[in-house]
């Protein structure tokens, strides 16, 4: 489906005209369901999504576990699938649907075009470099100097605050690929905050007390 001006002011980056025509004429606006694969792991990029409404979550794949990478939330776009259409690279990691998500997909040939000609998508292409690297340092932090069972507690935190609920829905083979661990390590971790009366553990959700 094109995208329309009302897809534009939900996105609210992209100030001039031109860019603006441009992004009308070349752009298109697909929803995806949850779980379905935006941007495949080892293809080439052929067009990078902006997130309008939903979420995305980019992570990679290694010896048969998930390493997730980052959320890319409205407004957004990924900054492996920009790196990967710089270079006309294969694409480091998986983008999957959380949700019912619709994005504006943005064709690779006019990502460096764009970023010459429109200080408004200059902008929004270094924020998104900047932001990812911020974040990913941040994980970083957490992966070298936090115990495993603080980045559950934190992540659980996170992710009830974000849905505005106690409780969360996922499984524990799920929350280890979240955080990069095992599921053996979850359920030990999980059992004994259940024992600390921190959660209670339901089949696919955790709430937090």
Known sequence: MAPTKEVLRQIQWFTEPGLQEKILEHCQVLTFEKGDVIVREGEY???VPIVISGSIRVFQTKED????LYYVEPGQTCMMSLSACFYNNESPSQAVAVELTTVLTVPTRFIAEWQKEYASWNRFVIKTFRNRYDELLDTLERVAFDHVDQRVMAYLQFRASRQESDTVEISHQQLANELGTTRVVISRILKQFELEGKVALHRGRI???
């Not at 576990?65 to 997730?68: K, M, T």
């Open 45 to 47: 990029v052929k067009v």
């Open 207 to 209: 709430q937090l007390h």
């Open 65 to 68: 576990r998930e390493i997730l």
